[in-house]
């Protein structure tokens, strides 16, 4: 396969390595505050996906400064890019929004934002918002798809449809901004494989892969203990995101093959936890990608 992954675009873009740096942004999510509903998504932490995040300490300067220190070693004469990654981060006050996203993105060392929403947090006040900053610094909005069977998204509790997702990418590319979508492979009773051929249709940007975790705390640990979810093996795992990857327009960029949970509070499949064996295994069969 010929694909391009994030890595070597941000290289080629900006000329050098492009480290990302995990933020929190303190907020919320429809779902968590009783707009749409409570506790969440069923696979969804407490931390709202943001284990690895550097967590709400202080101003989202004083995050980046953090997190630029535990990677300086890794880093190597690269540049960054901001990623709002916890929760869903376009769903608060414009004026916040204005301020955090201007903030992450006023250091010269940062070259670019992520930011990580729901399709039902994108209003046409943050659409309009996302094109002033991405005119500065470029940008592009991660999107919760994780399934596009809505009966699937029922059970897990997403709390909007299919064709949510679908309008929020137009009016996103509507106003120039680029689009990631987030598919999970494992929810029961699922076909990943059709999420992504719907993908490649509704003309997303990139998408990120990955595999369903168990985390203590979800709902979907309760869903484990009573036999109604049974986590993938790595060989299945691998076989389904092959499948996956073929039915993908060529011009997608592949941000993330697989994903780890917090080794702390995973349940299950425990050898999501060996990130190196996964990732190794991962490139072998999929030839390099």
């Given at each position: 396969?010929?694909?391009k992954r994030?890595s070597e675009?941000?290289?080629?873009r900006?000329g050098?390595?492009?480290?990302k740096?995990?933020?929190?942004?303190?907020l919320?999510?429809?779902?968590?505050?009783?707009t749409?509903?409570y506790?969440?998504?069923i696979?969804c932490?407490?931390?709202?996906?943001g284990?690895?995040?550097?967590?709400?300490?202080g101003?989202?300067?004083a995050?980046?400064?953090?997190a630029?220190?535990?990677?300086e070693?890794k880093?190597?004469?690269?540049k960054?890019l901001?990623?709002?990654q916890?929760?869903?981060?376009t769903?608060?006050?414009i004026?916040?929004l204005?301020?955090?996203?201007?903030?992450?993105?006023?250091p010269?060392?940062?070259?670019?934002?992520?930011?990580a929403?729901?399709p039902?947090?994108?209003?046409?006040?943050v659409i309009s918002?996302l094109?002033e900053?991405?005119?500065i610094k470029?940008?592009?909005?991660?999107?919760?798809?994780?399934?596009?069977?809505?009966?699937?998204?029922k059970?897990?509790?997403?709390?909007?449809?299919?064709?949510?997702?679908?309008?929020?990418?137009k009016?996103?590319?509507s106003?120039?901004?680029?689009?990631?979508a987030?598919i999970?492979i494992?929810?029961?009773?699922?076909?990943?494989?059709?999420t992504?051929k719907?993908?490649?249709?509704?003309?997303?940007?990139g998408?990120k892969?990955?595999l369903?975790?168990?985390?203590?705390g979800?709902?979907l640990?309760?869903?484990?203990e009573k036999?109604?979810?049974t986590p993938l093996?790595?060989?299945?795992?691998?076989?389904?995101?092959?499948r996956?990857v073929s039915?993908?327009?060529?011009d997608?960029i592949?941000?993330?093959l697989?994903?780890d949970?917090?080794k702390?509070?995973?349940?299950a499949?425990?050898?999501?936890?060996?990130?190196?064996?996964?990732l190794?295994h991962?490139?072998?069969a999929?030839g390099g990608?």
């Amino acid at each position: 396969m010929s694909r391009k992954r994030i890595s070597e675009v941000l290289k080629e873009r900006f000329g050098c390595k492009i480290y990302k740096l995990s933020l929190d942004a303190g907020l919320t999510c429809p779902n968590r505050d009783g707009t749409k509903g409570y506790g969440g998504c069923i696979f969804c932490s407490g931390k709202g996906s943001g284990e690895f995040a550097e967590g709400p300490c202080g101003s989202i300067a004083a995050q980046l400064k953090k997190a630029k220190k535990r990677v300086e070693g890794k880093v190597g004469g690269g540049k960054y890019l901001a990623y709002f990654q916890s929760f869903s981060n376009t769903y608060d006050d414009i004026n916040y929004l204005r301020r955090i996203y201007f903030e992450a993105i006023a250091p010269e060392d940062i070259v670019g934002l992520a930011i990580a929403t729901r399709p039902d947090c994108v209003s046409d006040e943050v659409i309009s918002l996302l094109r002033e900053v991405n005119g500065i610094k470029p940008l592009w909005v991660e999107l919760g798809l994780q399934t596009a069977d809505d009966e699937v998204g029922k059970y897990i509790r997403r709390g909007y449809s299919t064709a949510d997702f679908a309008d929020a990418v137009k009016r996103l590319h509507s106003a120039g901004i680029e689009t990631v979508a987030h598919i999970i492979i494992g929810l029961p009773g699922d076909d990943p494989v059709k999420t992504a051929k719907y993908l490649s249709d509704v003309g997303v940007d990139g998408v990120k892969f990955h595999l369903l975790h168990i985390i203590k705390g979800t709902e979907l640990e309760k869903e484990y203990e009573k036999g109604a979810v049974t986590p993938l093996t790595l060989e299945e795992y691998t076989e389904i995101l092959k499948r996956c990857v073929s039915v993908l327009r060529e011009d997608i960029i592949i941000h993330r093959l697989t994903g780890d949970g917090d080794k702390k509070t995973l349940i299950a499949p425990l050898w999501s936890g060996d990130k190196k064996r996964v990732l190794n295994h991962v490139n072998k069969a999929l030839g390099g990608l």
